[in-house]
């Protein structure tokens, strides 16, 4: 008995050492870090705002070339590409896509369009996935390189040309370009393209909010920062438009209403109130590469937290680093790092870069600098293997979150990895 005692004590902390470990999560309540945090008003201007959300329908020249749409084909071949079945793309898939987009046809069309509900804004137009090695940590599924970005609906676009199979549209739009379904958007003429854009407009403050016709039809689920023309209100309701199809794809405009509390009149007021509503609501989005599944990547969570306060910014991360103020880390040793943005940072208004990720300064808690990031997973380092702990979901966190795995890649930390801060105001 004493032996098999023995065994069993040795097997059991034999077991409770190999359970692998979870990192280490700080409080997830956007309360406890705004409260002692000062972050003055900002001075924003909802006609800057509208300038840039309206813009694809008021482009002088197109700023995207022919060129530009066949960028897939620089970038992805048979070799280097696969599929939903983890196999290898064929030639032949890259040759019907590149008979399928229609090249000599862009530019043609040229018609102001509203989306219907929210899309993918594909590369190609194919629903199809495009991963490279599955086989290596950080690609495959999710990260489909024909999701060029989600797109909500009711959004401004500007059609420039159908598909072969007329089955696609090429859109422009105020942050990006792609395909989308050509039943997914409408086409609107001048006087609804005037009416649209020169009503007073409201800033949707609620995500995933079900927007209803006037007979209680379903229409689609409003997101954060979406703009909707105001038409009137009651004592608990805004009246706004909203567009649907009609005949031969013409838009049609109802009138419906939409909770005050969801809508608000004029850009929301940079308050800790209202900051920590955006954030609550950000906090329940998964990770969605390029807005996949109706979630949100890195960048696509810090425009929308921006969004209800006015704040245009643009889709990658890469440009969104560079709006405002920027302050280069690179060359510098983490302490260092750490040392600048103590010093420099300004809370809830300063981005932090690293190659692909981007994500917001909260400022320093228990001495400890926090930040709000949308993140995929923690790099990690076996026998110079690289792997990942999946985290998939937007959180408060360190700079140095996941540090207490025992696999832990310090080269590949945020901290260490940081190339930049940008103070937006």
Request: hydrophobic residues 35%; charged residues 20%; positive net charge.
């Amino acid at each position: 008995m004493k032996i098999v005692f023995f065994v069993g004590i040795v097997l059991f902390l034999s077991a409770c050492s190999t359970q692998p470990k979870k990192p280490v999560w700080i409080a997830q309540n956007p309360e406890i870090y705004s409260h002692y945090i000062d972050a003055p008003p900002l001075s924003i201007s909802q006609e800057q705002y509208e300038k840039q959300y309206f813009s694809a329908w008021n482009l002088q020249t197109l700023a995207q070339e022919k060129r530009d749409i066949l960028w897939p084909f620089r970038s992805y071949n048979p070799n280097n590409s696969y599929g939903e079945n983890l196999q290898k793309r064929e030639q032949s898939f890259f040759d019907a896509m590149r008979k399928n987009i229609n090249l000599q046809e862009y530019a043609t069309y040229n018609k102001k369009a509203l989306t219907l509900r929210s899309l993918n804004l594909r590369a190609l137009p194919s629903e199809k996935p495009l991963f490279l090695d599955p086989k290596r940590a950080g690609e495959g599924f999710p990260f489909d390189y024909l999701q060029n970005s989600s797109i909500a609906a009711n959004k401004p676009v500007l059609i420039t040309h159908y598909s072969k199979d007329r089955e696609w549209v090429h859109i422009i739009s105020s942050f990006t370009y792609g395909w989308v379904k050509s039943n997914d958007v409408v086409i609107l003429n001048n006087a609804q393209v005037q009416e649209w854009q020169q009503r007073e407009h409201l800033f949707s403050i609620k995500d995933q909010t079900s927007i209803y016709s006037p007979q209680g039809f379903f229409l689609y689920k409003a997101r954060l920062g979406m703009l909707l023309p105001f038409v009137g209100e009651e004592s608990h309701s805004y009246i706004v438009l909203v567009a649907k199809k009609g005949k031969d794809n013409q838009a049609v405009f109802l009138n419906v209403k939409v909770s005050k509390e969801h809508f608000h009149k004029g850009v929301l007021a940079f308050n800790q109130k209202n900051r920590d509503t955006i954030l609550t609501q950000l906090e329940q989005s998964k990770y969605g590469w390029g807005g996949m599944f109706h979630q949100r990547d890195c960048s696509s969570t810090m425009r929308d937290f921006f969004a209800p306060f006015g704040v245009w910014l643009p889709r990658n991360s890469s440009q969104q680093s560079k709006v405002g103020r920027v302050i280069s880390l690179q060359g510098l040793s983490d302490r260092e790092k750490l040392d600048v943005i103590r010093e420099k940072a300004v809370a809830y208004r300063t981005l932090l870069y690293k190659k692909g990720h981007i994500v917001l300064y909260v400022g320093i808690h228990n001495n400890t600098i926090i930040v709000f990031q949308n993140m995929w997973g923690i790099k990690t380092k076996k026998s110079g293997k690289e792997g990942r702990y999946i985290v998939g979901k937007a959180l408060f966190s360190t700079l140095e979150f996941g540090k207490n795995l025992e696999n832990y890649d310090e080269n590949s930390s945020l901290l260490h990895t940081l190339e930049s801060i940008n103070i937006l105001f």
